[in-house]
C-alpha cells in the first residue's frame, strides 16, 4: 500500500522561511515522478513543483521559482520542499504526490494518483 506522510507545515512571517517534508512508503521512490501542489483558499489545487525521476529535473511553477526549492532523499524515501521569500499569497494546504513507476514526466495533478493527505501553510504580513 503506498502512503504519503507530510510534516513540516505552519506558519510563518512574510520573508521568513518554511521546509516541508513527505516521507513515502509502498513504491520504489526512485522510479516515479514526485510532485509538490498547493491549493489557495477558493482556489484549484494547483502545481508548485515536479520532479522528473528520469531526468532527474525539476520543474518549478513560475510564482515559487527562485524562492522554493524541490529536493529528495532516496535513502529516506522522502521529499522536501524548501519555501523561502514566502509571501502572503503561498498561503495553502500543500500535498505531495507520487507518481505510477515509471510514467512519463508529467505535472499535470491527474498523473499524480498517489497524494499526502496535506500540510497547512499561513503567512502572515
Known amino acids: 500500500q503506498v502512503q504519503l506522510a507530510e510534516s513540516g507545515g505552519g506558519s510563518a512571517q512574510a520573508g521568513g522561511s518554511l521546509r516541508l517534508s513527505c516521507t513515502v512508503s509502498g513504491l520504489t521512490f526512485s522510479q516515479h515522478n514526485l510532485g509538490w501542489f498547493r491549493q489557495r483558499p477558493g482556489k484549484e489545487r494547483e502545481t508548485v513543483a515536479c520532479?522528473?525521476?528520469?531526468?532527474?529535473?525539476?520543474y518549478y511553477e513560475g510564482p515559487v521559482k527562485g524562492r522554493f526549492i524541490f529536493d529528495r532523499d532516496n535513502s529516506k524515501n522522502t521529499l522536501y520542499l524548501q519555501m523561502n521569500s514566502l509571501k502572503r499569497e503561498d498561503t495553502a494546504m500543500y500535498y505531495c504526490?507520487?507518481?505510477?513507476?515509471?510514467?512519463?514526466?508529467?505535472?499535470?495533478?491527474?498523473?499524480?494518483?498517489?497524494w499526502g493527505q496535506g500540510a497547512q501553510v499561513t503567512v502572515s504580513s
Open positions: 520532479f522528473n525521476w528520469a531526468a532527474g529535473d525539476t
Open positions: 504526490a507520487a507518481s505510477e513507476a515509471r510514467e512519463s514526466w508529467s505535472c499535470q495533478r491527474s498523473s499524480y494518483p498517489y
